[in-house]
Each structure stands twice: as structure tokens, then as C-alpha cells.
């Protein structure tokens, strides 16, 4: 990086946007001008998804460890992983984790598995109730299941029948809402959407700022469709992704992302989701790079690269084809003969987490938001206290038409006042004297100190709307 160019921490300090705390190492404060940027990008993602004809859902943010073992994640990832949060009760589950843990526990619950494990096939977990005696005399049932790896490894997660956890996706939980209730083909595509909190245990020495945090919050997306309804989705989150980036003036390229050595699912499945992308990119004649190996552990993946105004390279969009999550589930939906048939499950995410989305924006704009992000859109400078009556009451218009707009009536020289609305960042800067208050007009300068002279308030307001409206 330039050595001129600042980081999205020290801008978040300076203009006042978000900062991060000891008390909450990996989460963010977000001050009232960080959190106009963060509902500004909730409102545009908003109106995107609803175009685009998702409906908009809710989950919890704590579910119990069981959903993420019957999704996969558990045996991808591991028990003691960034994706496993667990939420704790008492001193009695210590004992109980103590026991499980010795050796002669384990080589008992081993070989109660040993049989029936054998034939299981891998990143398919069976589970059995565990009955763990403490000191006290007390029983505490666990539920334990026995995964085996694909090396044929036994890898041992028990989960307290009330244990939970802090959800890091929003996959599994989506797949409930799905089973709400029966399904038939006349539903599908069913678009869920879900702007959801999530926590992941990243170690210490790698949470950066926003770039890389614990908690976080996803524009997240979950399309369950027929097979043959699989282009169009898939195509049409490709091209709200290339919408989505030109507005920022980003420079993209598509790269296509093939199945890992380790995941869920049969070959027969990852053949057929494999080349059903492969297909859409054919047909919309996108040329993608590859990433042999880089898919999700559920299905292949097309996702977007972007390069910032820095030149840097950042993953941020994607779009994934999982038939494994449906069949792990036992989703599935009622075809036109009666029959019942499995849909496949779409993911999305068009920037991803809010905060890794926002870090980047900072970085690439150095603070200096476009109108219709910036916390402040326009500040009144009025040279006397004289005016401030008159710059309040242009405020007050301003406000009425939605414009975010501060009067600086501070009892200091115009030149510090356009200091230090320009040290903010504010796009357009209103100068107030005399004469504009006799001409019912401002003087109105950019924020890099250009002048663009006396303006009429019906004419800026109007000006400044379609600016705005425009994203630009």
C-alpha cells in the first residue's frame, strides 16, 4: 500500500465510523455515521433481492450443534473449529468433557462404534446417546457421533443434548424454513434471502479491523429450484453481481471453483453440478478463471474477483450449487405427476459480509464516499452567526427531502470550517453569507475545491436527489 494512503481503521477513527474494543476483540463498534454506510448497503442489497423476486427471512442466531452435523460442517471442519461456537451452561458439562476426553472413555465409546461405523461412508456421521456418570452421582446424556474421515480417521464430536451453538452460516438454518412446510413444483424457485448475524472463532492474531472478524453480517441467499430452473437462477444473480460492482466502478473477472479434495456429497453429484455451471458460463459466454479445487464442501462455486482502486484483488461475490445440503436434509418438493422430487439449493452472496464489503470501500474511496454513502451528504457553513437562522431553515428543507445534512454554526472562521468539512470528507460543502441569504441561495463547492457558485435551494435539492438516485 502507498504509504500515503490510509487503512479502513484509521479512517474509521477519523471520520468517526466504527472502531474495534478490547472488550470485543474481532466485533466492531459502529458509530452513527459508520452505521448510515452499513443501512445504506442494507437498503440498496434490499431493493436488489426484492427486484429480483427473493422474499426476505429471518433465523436464529443460536441453534443447537445437531444442525451443523447433519449439514456436513461438523465433519469438514471439525468439533473445535472457527465454525463451532458452543454456548455452555455449567461446571457438571466440565466433568462430563473431562470424562469424555480420557482415554479409557473414548476406547469404550470406540469400541461401541467399531462394527457399524465400518461401513458407514465417509462425512456420513451416525450418532448415539451416551450416558456420562459424574462424581456426584449425577447422569448427563450426551449425543456422540462417531465421524469418520476420509482417511478413515475416527473423529469424536458429543454434543449436550441442550448445547448450542452461534450460527457462522446461515445455509443449514435456511433449510428449516424449506421444511416448513410441503412444497410443490408451483412454488419453485423459492428465493429466501437473509441479512444474518454470524460468528466464527478466528484466532486472535488474524482478526484484522474488518477485514477479518468474529462477528459478522452477511447478505446471504438461498434459492431452492428444479434442475431445470438452475440456469436462469444462476445467470441472473451472475448478472446482479456485474450490476452491483459497476456502480462502484470495479474492475471484475469471473473464476470458476471445482470440487476439493475433502467433501460431502457423491461423484455422480459433483459431475452434474459441476458441468450444470460450467454449462451457464458456456452459454453466457463468460470466461472464468479457475480454481481447481476451491469449491465449497458441498458443491462448485463461480465466484467474483474484484480489484479495488489500490490495485489489490478481493473474492467477494459468489454463487454456489449444492445437491448435497438437499439430500442431507431430506428436502424436497411435489412434481407436477404427484411425485416427489429433490430440488437443488443455490447460495449467494453478492458483497458478502457487510464488514469485510465496508473495509474495502473505505480503503478504495479513502473515506471520501460517493453522495449517496456518505454518512454526511452536505454541511452548511454559514460565515456569521447572522446566517445561522437562514442555514438552519435550508436544513430543515434539505432534511425533509432526505438528505443528510449538518450546519456547522460553530463560532470559528469560514477557512476552519472548510478545513474541517473537507478533512470529513463531506461531498458538498454550502458556504452562507450575506448575499445568499438575501438571495435565497447557497454557495456551493466540492469537498476537493472546486466552486460551483451560487445555486438556487430548489435547484440543490434537486441536484442532489438525482445524484443520489443514481448511485453515482
Known amino acids: 500500500m502507498d504509504k500515503n494512503l490510509k487503512d479502513h481503521k484509521q479512517i474509521g477513527q477519523e471520520l468517526e465510523l466504527f472502531f ?7 466485533a466492531p463498534f459502529w458509530l452513527p455515521k459508520g452505521m448510515v454506510i452499513f443501512k445504506e448497503l442494507e437498503k440498496y442489497i434490499r431493493e436488489l433481492t426484492e427486484k429480483a423476486g427473493y422474499v426476505e427471512t429471518s433465523t436464529p442466531i443460536m441453534v443447537k450443534s445437531k444442525l451443523f452435523i447433519e449439514s456436513g ?10 465454525y463451532n461456537l458452543g454456548v455452555y451452561e455449567d461446571e457438571e458439562k466440565e466433568e462430563a468433557n473431562a470424562i469424555l476426553t480420557s482415554k479409557e472413555e473414548r476406547e469404550k465409546i470406540e469400541k461401541s462404534y467399531l462394527e457399524y461405523n465400518k461401513s458407514n461412508p465417509p462425512l456420513k456421521p451416525k450418532s448415539k446417546i451416551w450416558p456420562v456418570k459424574l462424581k456426584n452421582g449425577q447422569i448427563i446424556e450426551v449425543e456422540i457421533t462417531m465421524i469418520v474421515s476420509e482417511k478413515s480417521q475416527y473423529v469424536l464430536h458429543w454434543e449436550f443434548l441442550d448445547n448450542c451453538t452461534l450460527k457462522p452460516m446461515n445455509c443449514p438454518e435456511s433449510t ?7 412444497r410443490t413444483y408451483k412454488e419453485l424457485p423459492l428465493r429466501l434471502a437473509e441479512i444474518g448475524r454470524l460468528h466464527r472463532r478466528e484466532k486472535s492474531g488474524e482478526v484484522n479491523g474488518l477485514l477479518r472478524v468474529r462477528q459478522l453480517t452477511m447478505d446471504d441467499a438461498h434459492i431452492y429450484a428444479r434442475e431445470s430452473q438452475i440456469f436462469d437462477e444462476v445467470s441472473n444473480i451472475l448478472d446482479t453481481m456485474v450490476t452491483f460492482y459497476k456502480n462502484f466502478g470495479f474492475e471484475y473477472e469471473f473464476r470458476y471453483a471445482t470440487r476439493p479434495e475433502t467433501r460431502a456429497g457423491t461423484d455422480e453429484m459433483w459431475d452434474k453440478a459441476e458441468k450444470d455451471l460450467e454449462e451457464v458460463l458456456k452459454k453466457k459466454g463468460i470466461k472464468a478463471g479457475n480454481k481447481k479445487g476451491d469449491g465449497a464442501f458441498y458443491g462448485p462455486k463461480i465466484d467474483m474477483h474484484i480489484k479495488d482502486a489500490l490495485g489489490r484483488d478481493w473474492q467477494l461475490a459468489t454463487v454456489q450449487l449444492d445437491l448435497h445440503m438437499p439430500q442431507a436434509f431430506d428436502l424436497k418438493y411435489v412434481n407436477e405427476k404427484g411425485e416427489f422430487e429433490k430440488p437443488v439449493m443455490i447460495h449467494r ?17 479513502q473515506g471520501a464516499f460517493p453522495l449517496w454513502l456518505s454518512p454526511i451528504q452536505i454541511s452548511l457553513l454559514p ?21 443528510r445534512v449538518e450546519v456547522d454554526s460553530r463560532n470559528e472562521r469560514l477557512q476552519a470550517k472548510i478545513r474541517d468539512a473537507t478533512l470529513q ?5 454550502g458556504i452562507i453569507g450575506e448575499q445568499e441569504v438575501e438571495s435565497k441561495s447557497i454557495s456551493l ?18 441536484k442532489l436527489k438525482q445524484e443520489i438516485d443514481k448511485k453515482i
Open 73 to 82: 460442517h461438523f465433519a469438514k471442519f471439525g468439533q473445535n473449529n472457527m
Open 349 to 365: 452472496a453478492i458483497f458478502g459480509s457487510f464488514e469485510r464489503f465496508i473495509a474495502i470501500l473505505t480503503e478504495h474511496y
Open 20 to 26: 474495534s474494543h478490547d472488550y470485543a476483540p474481532g
Open 445 to 462: 463547492r466540492l469537498r476537493d475545491g472546486k466552486d460551483l457558485g451560487k445555486v438556487e435551494i430548489s435547484d440543490l435539492t434537486q
Open 383 to 403: 460565515i456569521t452567526d447572522a446566517q445561522n437562522d437562514y442555514a438552519n431553515e435550508v436544513a430543515e428543507k434539505l432534511r425533509t427531502e432526505g438528505i
Open 425 to 429: 470528507k463531506v461531498p458538498y460543502l
Open 176 to 182: 428449516i424454513l424449506y421444511r416448513f412446510r410441503p
